[in-house]
């Protein structure tokens, strides 16, 4: 906001000097706009002064005033091997010392002062005589416009377009700040709940949930109708080893049975529902000779084969 301001500003400025028409114009030193009070003597005429002649004063109360409406003017005059100097005062300001000596030559008539950047309105330009006594004066030239409007300085901006672009941004600031102070605040209320209710994200529609935790995996069951059994995670049911006499009366005690039909690792709800029974078929061992290692034969320092059609062994009671 404040750069555009500053911009139009400028375009503005520019605008205001550049449609003003600049003009110069030449006076010569018979042109009435130049008034003589004091002592004078007739105009001289000469090849090196501007329009051909010049006028000289010859006391120090020769003063000459040029009245014009412009925005700059100059005072033309020629430079002469002999002391010759004046003092010029632009409205009342304080006066100015010009030199109009050349060391060895007579220089033709060339510009010795000048002001510029003055408003565009009347102005008035005294001459008198300087530390020699006596003045030259030979002619004047001043710029003039066709507008009314002042130059601007561009880059020099007004109090209350400065004014304006501190408070512009001075808001910037402070909506800027705001938004990031809701964001922060928003980001910790966040931070905060889900360190206080860690289990809110968990969809509350699913039969199981899962939750990792470090160095365990934890399964919550939240389902409200029947056990179901999982098939990913099977457990190994053991059975502790079997103690009893063969036929012939020797005792006999077997291996612990592993080849049997694997039982899902069943987790419990929370809640306090019935105990579910699971169907036999599911807890059905696989008997065999093989795996319970028992022979037929007498036990001496070695095993027998067991075939697999032989009946199985009897238990006493």
Same mark, same amino acid.
């Given at each position: 906001?404040?750069?555009?301001?500053?911009?139009?500003?400028?375009?503005?400025?520019?605008?205001?000097?550049?449609?003003?028409?600049?003009?110069? #114009?030449?006076?010569?030193?018979?042109?009435?706009?130049?008034?003589?009070?004091?002592?004078?003597?007739?105009?001289?005429?000469?090849?090196?002064?501007?329009?051909?002649?010049?006028? *000289?004063?010859?006391?120090?109360?020769?003063?000459?005033?040029?009245?014009?409406?412009?925005?700059?003017?100059?005072?033309?005059?020629?430079? *002469?091997?002999?002391?010759?100097?004046?003092?010029?005062?632009?409205?009342?300001?304080?006066?100015?010392?010009?030199?109009?000596?050349?060391?060895?030559?007579?220089?033709?008539?060339?510009?010795?002062?000048?002001?510029?950047?003055?408003?565009?309105?009347?102005?008035?330009?005294?001459?008198?005589?300087?530390?020699?006594?006596?003045?030259?004066?030979?002619?004047?030239?001043?710029?003039? /416009?066709?507008?009314?409007?002042?130059?601007?300085?561009?880059?020099?901006?007004? =109090?209350?377009?400065?004014?304006? /672009?501190?408070?512009?941004?001075?808001?910037?600031?402070?909506?800027?700040?705001?938004?990031?102070?809701?964001?922060?605040?928003?980001?910790?209320?966040?931070?905060?709940?889900?360190?206080?209710?860690?289990?809110?994200?968990?969809?509350?529609?699913?039969?199981?949930?899962?939750?990792?935790?470090?160095?365990?995996?934890?399964?919550?069951?939240?389902?409200?109708?029947?056990?179901?059994?999982?098939?990913? =995670?099977?457990?190994?049911?053991?059975?502790?080893?079997?103690?009893? #006499?063969?036929?012939?009366?020797?005792?006999?005690?077997?291996?612990?049975?592993?080849?049997?039909?694997?039982?899902?690792? *069943?987790?419990? /709800?929370?809640?306090?529902?019935?105990?579910?029974?699971?169907?036999?078929?599911?807890?059905?061992?696989?008997?065999?000779?093989?795996?319970?290692?028992?022979?037929?034969?007498?036990?001496?320092? #070695?095993?027998?084969?067991?075939?697999?059609?032989?009946?199985?062994?009897?238990? /006493?009671?």
């Amino acid at each position: 906001m404040a750069l555009w301001v500053a911009f139009v500003f400028g375009v503005l400025s520019l605008h205001g000097v550049v449609a003003q028409k600049l003009t110069n #114009h030449s006076i010569d030193d018979t042109d009435p706009m130049i008034s003589y009070t004091g002592s004078w003597d007739p105009p001289y005429t000469s090849t090196i002064d501007y329009g051909g002649t010049h006028a *000289l004063g010859t006391k120090a109360d020769s003063k000459a005033i040029f009245t014009f409406v412009g925005v700059g003017v100059y005072f033309v005059a020629p430079m *002469l091997p002999h002391p010759l100097d004046c003092w010029i005062q632009l409205d009342g300001q304080p006066p100015e010392y010009v030199n109009m000596t050349h060391p060895r030559l007579s220089v033709v008539s060339t510009i010795l002062w000048s002001a510029a950047e003055l408003g565009n309105k009347r102005h008035e330009l005294v001459i008198t005589s300087g530390t020699a006594g006596y003045v030259y004066v030979d002619g004047f030239m001043y710029t003039s /416009s066709s507008g009314d409007v002042e130059p601007l300085p561009i880059s020099t901006p007004s =109090t209350a377009i400065l004014a304006i /672009s501190i408070s512009t941004s001075i808001t910037s600031i402070l909506i800027i700040a705001l938004l990031l102070f809701i964001f922060i605040r928003k980001r910790r209320v966040a931070r905060l709940k889900a360190a206080l209710s860690p289990f809110e994200h968990v969809d509350k529609s699913q039969s199981i949930s899962t939750i990792e935790t470090e160095g365990s995996k934890t399964t919550l069951c939240k389902s409200k109708g029947p056990l179901s059994v999982p098939q990913s =995670t099977p457990a190994v049911a053991v059975v502790p080893p079997n103690i009893g #006499h063969n036929s012939k009366g020797t005792r006999i005690t077997s291996t612990p049975i592993t080849n049997m039909r694997q039982v899902p690792n *069943l987790q419990l /709800s929370s809640r306090h529902e019935p105990p579910v029974r699971l169907p036999g078929a599911l807890l059905q061992r696989r008997w065999s000779d093989q795996s319970l290692g028992i022979s037929s034969q007498p036990l001496t320092g #070695h095993r027998a084969p067991v075939g697999i059609n032989d009946p199985p062994p009897l238990y /006493s009671t």
